[in-house]
């Protein structure tokens, strides 16, 4: 028998719920992953990750009674899935710092010569490496909270979880060539806020051998 | 193509979805625009950088249990909230006699006149 998809899913789920959580379960199962996935991406914190993404599903079964299909499941799901990892990422207070020790004297006394956005992370990281990248990683969420919501929602559906354009039209039923100008203008209030913001802890991030090669500015 | 029809391409340079004909035309002009080149090269940074951090999360996984602590989470608010259906009926119950009895403190004579008229009326 040909699995059942998401919108014959929730069609079942909404004959069905409360009394009856079988159908709910599918989709769970089906979507847990990503949505996971999607949020720890933007919290950056496996525990924060997890909380949220059971918020995601409870949101999903009180709302299920109430979604008319007009977008396809996947997208109502993974616009509540943004909703709330940028909701939670406003609430988060900033978590204590790493300790990362600025003794990379050598990346300082070029600093005025580095673009951090060129570095790459290496691929056999040490714990030390771990650590910038956790700051690293907490100065990506400081810029997310930065920006206006809609672009960072972009930017996360876009260059985190890499959906197409013609996916994020559909999440956000707006044309493909305004989420294209859209996404391009969050790109680049991004690295605005990212130069301004996340320079200096990147600096001390190992790179790879091609990273080192492109580490001077053009 | 002037810089304005340029600039409506970048977010396609950037992603490599530029069919091939339009791609040649887009890439001589760019050489006449600076301020696109600048664009195009922040905003390909951008992308690069992003796609390369996240890869490392690509097949990340629920912890374990994860499903079976949010279906305990769905069962536990609907129970949660039969409880507190069946508790709000037997508080109305109760206010409804609560009511009674102080409005037969107040006026003793009302039972026995609401009675009566009962009575009469029957």
């Known amino acids: 028998m ?46 924060e990750a997890e909380d949220i993404a059971q918020e995601v599903f409870i949101k999903v079964y009180h709302g299920l009674h109430k979604f008319e299909q007009q977008a396809s499941f996947s997208s109502w799901l993974y616009r509540i899935a943004t909703n709330c990892a940028l909701d939670a990422l406003d609430k988060i207070k900033r978590r204590p710092k790493a300790a990362v020790p600025m003794n990379d004297s050598k ?13 790459q992370p290496s691929q056999a990281a040490g714990p030390e490496d771990s650590l910038i990248l956790a700051e690293l990683r907490e100065c990506i969420c400081r810029v997310l909270k930065k920006l206006e919501r809609e672009q960072a929602r972009l930017l996360i559906m876009r260059d985190f979880d890499d959906l197409s354009y013609d996916e994020i039209a559909n999440v956000l039923q707006v044309g493909m060539s305004t989420v294209k100008m859209r996404i391009h203008r969050a790109r680049l209030a991004f690295q605005e806020f990212f130069n301004q913001f996340c320079g200096r802890v990147y600096l001390n991030f190992p790179v790879s051998s091609s990273g080192k090669a492109e580490m001077k500015k053009e | 193509m002037n810089c304005e029809e340029l600039a409506q391409l970048l977010p396609d340079l950037v992603d490599g979805t530029l069919p091939a004909p339009m791609l040649a035309e ?23 950088f992003l796609i390369a951090l996240q890869a490392e999360n690509a097949n990340l996984r629920v912890p374990d249990g994860f499903e079976a602590r949010l279906l305990a989470q769905v069962h536990g608010q609907r129970a949660g909230l039969e409880l507190l259906d069946l508790s709000s009926k037997a508080f109305i119950m109760w206010l409804i006699e609560l009511i009674n009895l102080i409005g037969a403190f107040i006026d003793p004579d009302s039972e026995l006149r609401a009675s009566g008229t009962q009575l009469s009326g029957a």
């Open chain 1, 2 to 47: 040909a699995a059942l998809t998401d919108e014959e899913l929730v069609a079942r789920c909404k004959a069905e719920l409360p009394s009856d959580t079988r159908s709910y379960e599918m989709l769970v199962q089906r979507h847990m992953n990503r949505v996971y996935s999607l949020v720890y991406r933007v919290v950056a914190n496996k525990e």
């Open chain 2, 26 to 48: 887009a890439e001589a002009a760019l050489s006449e625009c600076p301020d696109c080149r600048r664009e195009l090269e922040a905003a390909r940074q951008i992308r690069t």
């Open chain 1, 107 to 119: 990346a300082r006394e070029n600093e005025d010569e580095i673009d951090p956005l060129h570095l």
